[in-house]
């Protein structure tokens, strides 16, 4: 974390780092407030605020520019990789803030005693839940990096500018890291579902069996494309090729039914 530190630019608000991209802007009228907590004893507080102002979010810090620069705040920077416990809270009454606990950087502009500042940031024209959503995105995306580089060992520590260890990311290319969403699944719609049940096919016909006749199973076509009994033998576990008692009893009395019902 810095302060006074970011350079300006009149044409694009400040100058970017090497291979730095913004990836969101937030609405002009967005606060910033820095507190530090628990200062030690000999150490002088910190205390900056501003009302108004741009918050930017890049591929490797975030950046907030003040609307009405004064000498103490001019510009406000912290690495991704400093700001932790981020979350957003949203009020009953009032716009959503976010807030962060940042561990400045050496050389920064505060004191090195200062071992965390409390960070927090009102988005008064909306905005809070996007930014966090990008900053979320963006800070496990920079860890997968970190974590490769580590074990690869191409760098050492945590990859934070807090000299916990490390150098930072100074062995990493940030610019090669692939910040893209990954789109969301959608169900395919329109699409018809597939039949796990095969057809049916039709056991019955359009005119009821004549008298004295057993009731026909399946047609003609049906048949001839099953075959005769003696060209195929049946296969195991198969129904019986008698039928149960009092069948045909059953059948005659159906059929009678049906032709009462037709007649009258």
């Known amino acids: 974390m810095s302060v006074n530190w970011v350079m300006l630019s009149d044409t694009e608000g400040f100058v970017r780092l090497p291979g730095e991209r913004i990836l969101y802007s937030s609405p002009p009228r967005t606060t910033l407030a820095l507190q530090s907590s628990n200062s030690p004893s000999g150490a002088p507080p910190v205390s900056l605020s501003s009302s108004s102002g741009h918050a930017f979010l890049t591929n490797q810090r975030i950046v907030y520019l003040p609307a009405s620069p004064v000498p103490a705040l001019k510009?406000?920077?912290?690495?991704?990789?400093?700001?932790?416990?981020?979350?957003?809270?949203?009020?009953?009454?009032?716009?959503?803030?976010?807030?962060?606990?940042?561990?400045?950087?050496?050389?920064?502009?505060?004191?090195?005693?200062?071992?965390?500042?409390?960070?927090?940031?009102?988005?008064?024209?909306?905005?809070?839940?996007?930014?966090?959503?990008?900053?979320?995105?963006?800070?496990?995306?920079?860890?997968?990096?970190?974590?490769?580089?580590?074990?690869?060992?191409?760098?050492?520590?945590?990859?934070?500018?807090?000299?916990?260890?490390?150098?930072?990311?100074?062995?990493?290319?940030?610019?090669?890291?692939?910040?893209?969403?990954?789109?969301?699944?959608?169900?395919?719609?329109?699409a018809p579902a597939p039949s796990l049940v095969p057809p049916l096919v039709s056991l019955a016909t359009d005119e009821p069996p004549q008298s004295g006749q057993h009731a026909s199973v399946g047609s003609e076509d049906a048949s001839e494309g099953l075959g005769s009994p003696t060209e195929a033998s049946p296969p195991e576990n198969s129904a019986p090729s008698e039928p149960p008692p009092g069948y045909e009893e059953v059948q005659r009395a159906s059929v009678a039914m049906a032709l009462e019902n037709r007649i009258g």
Do not use: C
């Not at 979350?87 to 803030?97: I, K, L």
């Not at 505060?110 to 500042?117: F, P, R, Y």
């Open 75 to 190: 510009s406000f920077s912290a690495p991704i990789l400093n700001l932790h416990d981020t979350h957003v809270s949203a009020p009953f009454f009032g716009p959503n803030t976010w807030r962060a606990s940042v561990q400045p950087v050496p050389g920064g502009g505060l004191s090195s005693a200062q071992s965390v500042i409390e960070l927090k940031m009102i988005f008064k024209d909306g905005g809070a839940f996007d930014f966090h959503s990008n900053f979320e995105r963006i800070k496990e995306r920079i860890r997968q990096a970190v974590d490769v580089a580590r074990e690869s060992g191409q760098i050492v520590g945590d990859g934070s500018a807090t000299g916990r260890g490390g150098v930072g990311l100074s062995g990493i290319n940030l610019a090669a890291i692939d910040l893209e969403q990954l789109p969301a699944y959608e169900e395919a719609r329109n």
